[in-house]
Nanobody, 115 residues
Framework: QVQLVESGGGLVQAGGSLRLSCAAS?????MGWYRQAPGKQRELVAT???????NYADSVKGRFTISRDNAKNTAYLQMNNLEPEDTAVYYC????????????WGQGTQVTVSS
């Protein structure tokens, strides 16, 4: 069982920046973030593999950057030029890869962007 500990988040004005961190208790093949706004489905924000391959939602491309430190089993999401539409609970996600094929979720952290 892998534990995920999230940090970061908070309240920021539009155009501002925040950084999220997610520390895993063990090695994880792919880490990333999903977000869920009130009344909406959870959606992908960004992911990164242990080899550094990244994937971003179109809505955050050019504004968010995901990175990871494999030695620390920690991923980071740098969020710049935040918009009110980015307001949501952000959940860290971890996928073990084969052969275990398991997913894990963090507790979630609130990001609120005021206009």
């Amino acid at each position: 069982q892998v534990q995920l500990v999230e940090s970061g988040g908070g309240l920021v004005q539009a155009g501002g920046s925040l950084r999220l961190s997610c520390a895993a208790s063990g090695f994880i093949f792919r880490m990333g973030w999903y977000r869920q706004a009130p009344g909406k489905q959870r959606e992908l924000v960004a992911t990164i593999t242990s080899g550094g391959s990244t994937n971003y939602a179109d809505s955050v491309k050019g504004r968010f950057t995901i990175s990871r430190d494999n030695a620390k089993n920690t991923a980071y999401l740098q969020m710049n030029n935040l918009e009110p539409e980015d307001t949501a609970v952000y959940y860290c996600n971890a996928y073990s890869g084969q052969p275990f094929n398991r997913q894990y979720w963090g507790q979630g952290t609130q990001v609120t962007v005021s206009s």
